[in-house]
């Protein structure tokens, strides 16, 4: 069974102060993973699909990584628009995606 | 604008009522979802359709239907077997190609009354 275990939970930054969020996943064979990003009373928003380990891909602020067994979405000099809870999910077969439960990031000005 | 939309924003059910949330889409996608969100609980499946007039359970199936009779539509029901409706829903679609992101409209809260 495919299993996805984001942290942390929750994450408290101050502008301009860079983090990551992490997740870990086993999947018997991954065919993609991944990163959303979901504001309160919406639906989550597609940012990044990795494919393959060693893989990166950045938009903004935002970069995520990914190695066999993890991925990292890291935050460069975040804004308290980055405010946001961000969803990992994994690909590995069929057309269903495992979930995650999420990391509820928030950053004061 | 392509995209998914879903109706209504805010539903509220009565005892031994079943409801019907909406979900279209303009994606030309064939692969459409159902998902129910819990407070710390992450996005759990109801039902999932590859196809027009064919759908699969999900994990939390129990007290749900669904139909698939177009291609843009997959509506929800939620039947009064279903004892612990209060959540968020959402819906997604996607291309049915390994790998192919889902996207997800932005849900119908269920509440009762």
């Known amino acids: 069974e495919d299993q996805v275990t984001q942290s942390p939970e929750a994450l408290r930054l101050q502008e301009g102060e860079s983090s990551s969020l992490n997740c870990s996943y086993t999947?018997?064979?991954?065919?993609?993973l991944f990163w959303y990003r979901q504001d309160p009373g919406k639906g989550p928003e597609f940012l990044f699909t990795l494919y393959s380990a060693g893989e990166e891909k950045e938009k903004e602020r935002l970069k995520a990584t990914l190695t066999k067994k993890e991925s990292f979405l890291h935050i460069t000099a975040p804004k308290p628009e980055d405010s946001a809870t961000y969803l990992c999910a994994v690909h590995s077969s069929g057309s269903r995606l495992t979930f995650g439960e999420g990391t509820q990031l928030t950053v004061n000005p | 604008d392509g995209g998914i939309t879903q109706s209504p924003k805010y539903l509220f059910r009565k005892e031994g009522q079943n409801v019907t949330l909406s979900c279209e889409q303009n994606?030309?996608?064939?692969?459409m979802y159902w998902y129910r969100q819990d407070p710390g609980q992450g996005l759990r499946l109801i039902y999932y359709?590859?196809?027009?007039?064919?759908?699969q359970k999900g994990d939390i199936a129990e007290g749900y239907s669904v139909s698939r009779e177009k291609k843009e539509s997959f509506p929800l029901t939620v039947t009064s077997a279903q004892k612990n409706p209060t959540a968020f829903y959402l819906c997604?679609?996607?291309?049915?190609?390994?790998?192919?992101?889902?996207?997800f409209g932005d849900g119908t809260r269920l509440s009762i009354l």
């Open positions: 997604a679609s996607s291309i049915i190609t390994d790998g192919q992101p889902q996207h």
């Open positions: 359709s590859q196809i027009v007039n064919d759908f």
């Open positions: 994606l030309n996608h064939d692969a």
């Open positions: 999947v018997s064979g991954l065919r993609g």
